[in-house]
């Protein structure tokens, strides 16, 4: 009798745990920044950023070969002024034929943020932000911005866009790399709070697609559900502001700024 009561609590136990991960999961906390990072696609500054790794393939039409065909690391962290993003990514082939607001579709990122954090069951319109950006063709630079929160996106959207956000994305075929990194402002996810213990919903996918399969064939992500297949800015995971620092070293580089947003 006792050997079972044991077993059973050992059993309580593994559920439990096995249920704080998968919660865990679900949750970055992204420190705060005493410096900026340099936006170079040079992520050596981030080193001291935990990230989350990401190699599960869900397939759109083609198929992976595993994490040497497609991975990714990604990291967030913020400071009072400004979100920041940066990935990198394992590909075998680095493809991408599109431009534009077509930019998502072949090897390139989207990213999906909810500013309130409350992640309501629906699409983006009037709720969530939507970013897609990567090398498109004749390795052209390209952040397309879509949907939008009101308070962020006013009706004359060209007008009032702040065109501060900086975006840099680097391919290392040698290495089979693809380096992003995006600052985003403040003001252009409005009306995100730029505090401690804060939270935004925040989905992220890394499309793949190869010269078999050209195109979005398929992707690694974290909350993806919220992007394909009907945005829902429920399936979004949780993005929590921590009070804790962290010092990054920029470093005197030039860096690139995206000047062209795409709207719709």
């Not at 630079?141 to 962020?152: D, N, Q, T």
């Amino acid at each position: 009798m006792k050997r079972l009561l044991f077993l059973f609590i050992i059993s309580l136990c593994m559920v439990f745990i096995g249920s704080s991960l998968l919660a865990q999961d679900e949750e970055y906390i992204a420190l705060k920044a005493t410096s900026p990072p340099t936006i170079d696609g040079d992520l050596s500054d981030w080193a001291l950023v935990e990230g989350v790794y990401l190699d599960e393939w869900e397939e759109n039409g083609g198929t992976s070969d595993g994490p040497d065909d497609i991975s990714l690391t990604f990291y967030v962290i913020w400071d009072d002024d400004n979100l920041y993003f940066a990935a990198e990514v394992t590909d075998d082939e680095h493809l991408h034929q599109n431009t534009g607001d077509t930019i998502y579709d072949g090897d390139a990122i989207q990213l999906a943020i909810d500013p309130t954090g409350k992640r309501p069951a629906g699409g983006f319109d009037n709720v969530s932000y939507e970013y897609n950006f990567g090398l498109g063709v004749n390795d052209e630079v390209v952040l397309s911005r879509l949907f939008g929160h009101p308070e962020g996106w006013p009706s004359h959207l060209a007008d009032h866009l702040s065109n501060e956000d900086e975006l840099v994305v680097v391919r290392d075929d040698g290495k089979k790399k693809t380096y992003y990194e995006l600052r985003i402002p403040a003001e252009d996810i409005a009306p995100a709070e730029f505090v401690a213990n804060s939270e935004i919903g925040l989905g992220m996918i890394c499309n793949d697609g190869d010269e078999d399969a050209p195109g979005q064939m398929g992707w690694v992500g974290w909350g993806s559900q919220s992007i394909v297949f009907g945005k829902d800015n429920a399936e979004m995971n949780l993005v929590i502001f921590s009070g804790e620092t962290i010092a990054v070293s920029p470093r005197d580089k030039l860096t690139a700024t995206w000047g062209n947003v795409k709207t719709r």
